[in-house]
């Protein structure tokens, strides 16, 4: 249903400021079906709407409620940023409130419907109450946020410095722990919900709260001779990008200037000088990430937004070569990062381990955050790439199919006779953690996903990622009909268009190794110049480009310089990288597997299995191991690494990464030994 | 110089009970030239006379002084252990008076010598303040050690209580804590100290602190009905084996029984059920060792010393059980122990990585102090294989050569480019730790060193480990001279012996392939049963055996379940493992080489390194690495992995293990990769 001017979604987490040197706009999609309708239905209607309750039973709304003065008891939580799980639920739940009031995109489906309606008959979706035909409950919905948003607001203190933490516990002792208080963290994390749920809503309700805090931190941080009492920074980066974005939203330069202060003061010794807190070198300086990985990421996105808004170019430099340096040397096959348990912390380069990889879930999406803006700030397509790594993987896997349950890790092995502490860096999907940055998370990048799949430019509309549902600019609008990523084919219609020539830009995903575009009577190969495929033209409403990626199952190997997986490969199809889970594999556990790399990989789409998915089958063996003495090394010519064609031959599933534990907590690896 | 009677030394860390069923009895040994007394020395004249200074750095004098009234001030330290630093440092010391008082075993030499009068041209053996004949302050040495029990004895209640950080800090929260608190395993500590200060010295000042608390804590614990206020345990088992030792050497009946309550309460959840506190699963059931090492290893010490005193046969087969899963599946190929820094904890099977691979210090010591019990009450060799891999890499990376720096976590890999956050689980060599347990645990089991080394039965003598000097039992005297590790000749020569027939026997290490033992006219390569060569003839004094081990140096694989090292080997010589260091290395890092097992390892002994070191010298190649995109996977049919010919020849120099990181802060790795 063509009409002469698209209604486009409210604006996302990233709107430019009007002097912005970004080369992209961010676009407009709707998503009406398809994988990631599915993924999102689950967050709408059971993650979101969950929310409450668990930040109730853990003491978050409690703590505001005794900051306002309107219960008693004692504060709740260990941490001094428990307020920021509340934020991060607001957030989410604005962006859901969002979606809900701008169907027309998405006007061809129910937003809530499953994809796969074969999925009713895995277990796993059995407990997926996303009905078809249920609408979201978008009214109760707003009336959470309501009152959530007033409890909030009723918690603010006069001057407008809000954290229940200090205000409860720590009474009088603001801003003398900045490396460990979070106080500016937590107040960028309402100055972000703030600002969607004024996007999303309209409402100036929390933007106010926010705006007063901000105004209260801009009152008392500013350089030496600033006039301002304290120079300083705060132990977690995260303000920056939300003033950078508060400054987007109202106009008011003040939080550029703050944010840009914040950034540069980084790297000075102002925390003692560690790299945890983001501390040891400049970003400017800086040769590769390091330190706690969301830090570091979060830190990295505000860069980027400082260098779109400001045309600062050394800062645009430091943040492409530590993007490079982070992708080429301390990146997860899975897009997961983050080398270390210890202090959450990036790893050495190439020091990538299986069974401990952290991969927190926050980092993966800090990630996506900072890529998208680089995508924005730059035009290169590969930041997208990892973005839809990420996005299929390692963020994926945070959260189990039904939406319920959690991991705040995202490791690439579990051994068998795995044994877990249990905790909130369990590899075991838990109900909720005691430091729960990574549910809400989850949620407002689900509930705001549509905002980082396309873009447009002077010359036309981006494609960034492929999903079902229109991609909309202020210049056209394009309908696309893909069952991606079970299908490598992607089917855009124009709907509208100008009546001048423009150019549609294709992303080649990275990983793509053949693929062909049909436009009309002709066919394209190429050329992908940064990871475009352009066509530029003059459109009509009704031309057909279809574009067909080959999703041939291929077996990945790392640099040599991953030591972690050396002798080992991994299957990936597409943009998924697949794991094998001990469940399917009951004959035996997975630590004595080899895979045959000399055999075809098959392909079998199970629609009963895990909601939907396409399995990879491989050929391989299970080891004979001689019978142990008391010493597991032996003279290299004496290892008992026997050929592969020695060992028993078992047929090898692989599963979709994202998919794992969701069955069972049994053992699970992406990496597979070929010998 | 025969005498009738050799004197033997003090009785060591491990005394049998009355009772006992031990298959074998600790005896007596004199180090007097040779590797050890290298290390010996730098322990007696570095580490152990500079400890009370850096235990007053510390505060740890200070706590002692406060609890006694006799200071004011605050407390200091971060933990409610400290005081252990101070009894493990007495222990330590009064090991070290004992060495001075049996000077007669080690007759032949200087004792404070070292071995190697080239390693004055190395640059670590410059700080060696043990010049050849300069004699060890014992009396200085004793001084301290009096007014340091001086300060204990002070610091201890009426009642027998003694920890300073509850008497200090949480005055009146005695026993509240348990899973924290440590106050039961200071008093282990103490205990132990206590028990090496009467052996050593005769003085029962000490005892009669420790008795003291033994029986208050004798008074508080015990099980349901028995009318002790308090069942329960300590969240760090240590108390056990030293309250055995203290029945040993008071042979109060009271304390071993004790200990028996102790030990068969872990697993039942007093502690809240955590694998770390050991309380997951009683010993008696568990399959495999779990939670944090050095708890586990202590407690295992005591199962050990129960079954030995008690005859207890279902706690021997379960601490045969899991040394044999531990050795199987959870020991790095150095001995280290403990896969994870988070929690210190154990890992799961096979899981044993090499940059973030814990093998804490003190583990290492748990294990041999394991080990050593279960080879008295076994008599089987194999427990001894594991002490001396452990005691010549594990352990004694852990201080370096000139006693002043320490590790308490020993990688087996550290990459290039590597960044450091220091504090105490760095991976570079540290003067002291905020949580200081590894150093005095150093000092400690150097001073004892020779209790570990021999044994005697009905039958004879068993050398356990080679060393230079004197093998006594109350049977017979061997002299002993060897350049071992660097050479695999021990010469041994009966000085004293009955006219009986009797049998020594020569433990035959798991790592030697060939061996031949000369006796007399007669040559021997075997039979071997148990590890043991045992010959059993009638002696007289004079007579020779000349033991020959094949020195060959040798490459190690590992069971394929071990991840980590698939696709490498490491080299070994003798009972050493070796890495290779990047300041070796300098035509690049380490990360890029690879090692080709197609030619021949070189040995070269270098008197001038790192004090005297016999280095492998194996050729190798640095990989040719195609210039690399952002993405560090591709297909495995593109991979990089160039097969080795393609790289540039490099001759790749390793040193031993214990010897790394005694020259500046690089790289360095164990384990090569061979393609």
Partial sequence: MPRTRPALPATGPVRLGPDSRAALRPAAVGIDTGFWQARRASNAHVSIPQGPALLEAAGNLHNLRLAAGTAVGEFQGAYPFVDTDVYKWLE???????????????SDADPASDADPASDADPASEADPAPDGDPAPDADLAAEVGRIVALVAGAQQPDGYLNTWFQLVKGGERYKDLRWGH???????????AVAHHRATGSGELLDVARKFADHVDSVF???????????????????????????????????????YFVDRYGHGLLGGEAYCQDRVPLREATNVEGHAVRQLYLLAAAADLATETG??????????????MTTTKTHLTGGLGAHHEEEDFGDPYELPNERAY????????????SWRMALLTGEARYSDLIE??????????VSLDGERWLYVNPLQVRDGHTDSGGDQSARRTRWFRCACCPPNVMRLLASLEHYLASSDDNGLQIHQYVSGRYASDLAVIRSETDYPWQGTIALTVEETPAEPWTLSLRIPQWCREFRVRCGQETYEGPVADGWLRLERTWSPGDQVVLELSLEPRLT????????????VAIERGPLVYCLEGVD??????????????????????????????????????????EAGWWPYAPADESPDSPQQDGEPVELTAVPYYAWANREDGSMRVWLPTS
Same sequence: chains 1, 2.
């Fill in 92 to 106: 989410a739940a604005a962006w859901q409130l969002a979606q809900a009031s701008d169907g027309d995109l998405a």
């Fill in 585 to 626: 594999h009951p004959s035996g556990g997975l630590d004595d597997i080899v895979v045959d790399t000399t055999r075809p990989l098959a392909v079998k789409h199970r629609p009963d299995l895990l909601g939907g998915v396409t399995t990879v089958v491989a050929a391989g063996s299970r080891r004979h191991l001689p």
């Fill in 312 to 325: 600062d170019a050394e800062l645009r430099t430091a943040a492409e070569r530590l993007w490079h340096a």
């Fill in 183 to 193: 106080e500016l963290y937590c107040a960028g994390h309402l100055i972000q919900a």
């Fill in 389 to 398: 790594r990420t996005l299929f993987n390692g963020f994926l896997a945070g």
């Fill in 359 to 370: 991969c927190e879930t926050c980092a993966a999406i800090a990630s996506i955050q900072w």
């Fill in 557 to 568: 190997a790392a640099d040599p310089r991953v030591d972690a997986v050396r002798g080992c």
């Fill in 222 to 260: 500013g350089p030496p001779g600033s006039g301002k009492p304290i120079d300083g920074i705060d132990g977690h980066p995260e303000v920056e990008t939300a003033l950078i974005e508060l400054y987007r939203e109202t106009g008011e330069r003040r939080y550029l200037d703050l944010a840009a």
